[in-house]
């Protein structure tokens, strides 16, 4: 049997490798405390839930969806977007529900790229958008994320011949890893840079309802002209705690939408109904659940800065996302840094440059963890002693 050599040249997936060493730790009695997983702690709110029993008792909703979706689950998506970020959209040709957003990310790229076409894509990012465009056999041409430009890529800076390759532009804002966030000023300029240069612009944005200080994160659907030539991907699982029930969304140009249809279509039977009928609740239901979790971040966020300062980490405030992307001491590099808090302290973090090149000299750690464990992570992390520091000559 052979594997084929799309799949051989894939490298483990990112989480899969920071859960084996933590497993092998913990196999051997060692108790690790993790703040490597960008996954809610926080259940599910009980309404969705009560909704999801609710509609599964129903045989309609026991046999195959469409892979479409529900249209009410479009229309409230749409209404969603329309409340949130005035945004209009037509839930017949611009909405399309995903198995979850990391299913669309990936797929898009076979409705966009053919062999040897670029994506541009942001380094660090989530992993998706480069494996997507490596598997429908492009190239990803990386846009470093420089902190000293917000973390937003430089469009300047792409050289024309790359440019005349490039299909795709990859974008996430609220960002992970980095926190960073986008203004509307920024996404206009990336409208402008898309028309003229014919790319399809593929926006990620799943933490926009994740935010503190009352900050307000703004959609890529707000610019001017976006629909022209972009969409946004979206979700439910970082908004409503789904991540497990599977749900999210795409929105935005009509073409790009119905392109990704088309495949999905042929490839997938769409998402459980009983779940498109919790998503409609949770978009269209009271949302005082978006603030009670946020608070809940908020403060873990202000916790984990004070005590990674103290420890001698720079570490930059988000204003929004899951996230805090702190530098790590001098001395040491984003792998050597995580694997001696694993050894030195029993406290998991993720590698800057397991997010790409650029993430070098960075560790992410996520606020999802729960408060019990928090506690038991900082009070370990406080204790941890840089050896590598240089000693000055005398
Ligand atoms: C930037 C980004 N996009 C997409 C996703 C995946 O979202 P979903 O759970 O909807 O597949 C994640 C998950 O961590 C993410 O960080």
Known sequence: MRVASRIEKLKPYLFVEINKKIAEKRAKGEEIVSFAIGDP??????????????????PANHRY???????????????????????SL????????LIGAKEGIGHIAFCFIN????????????????????LAGGRAYYLTLRQENGFLPDLKSIRDYILKKARVLWLNYPNNPTGAVAELDFFNTVVDFAKKND??????GPYTEVAFDGYQPVSFMQAEGARDIGVEFHSLSKSYNMTGWRIGMVVGNAKAVGALRTLKSNLDSGIPQAIQYMAIEALTGPQDCISEHNSVYQRRRDLIVEVLSNIGLEVAVPKAGLYIWARVPEGYNSVDFTADLLDQVGVAVTPGVGYGRSG?????LSL???????VKGLSRLSGWRNTRRLTPKR
Request: proline share 13%; glycine share 4%; hydrophobic share 35%.
């Open 41 to 58: 702690d926080i259940p599910t709110p009980s309404r969705l839930l009560e909704k999801l029993c609710e509609t599964a008792q129903d």
């Open 65 to 87: 969806p469409e892979s479409e979706g529900l249209p009410e689950l479009c229309q409230a998506i749409a209404k969603w977007y329309k409340q949130r970020f005035d945004v």
């Open 90 to 97: 037509d839930p017949a040709t611009e909405v399309l529900p």
């Open 115 to 134: 062999p040897g076409d670029t994506a541009l894509v942001p380094d660090p990012a989530y992993p998706v958008y480069s494996i997507g465009t490596q």
């Open 199 to 204: 790319i399809l612009v593929c926006h990620d």
């Open 360 to 364: 070098e000299g960075y560790v992410r």
């Open 368 to 374: 999802t963890i729960p408060d019990a464990a928090l």
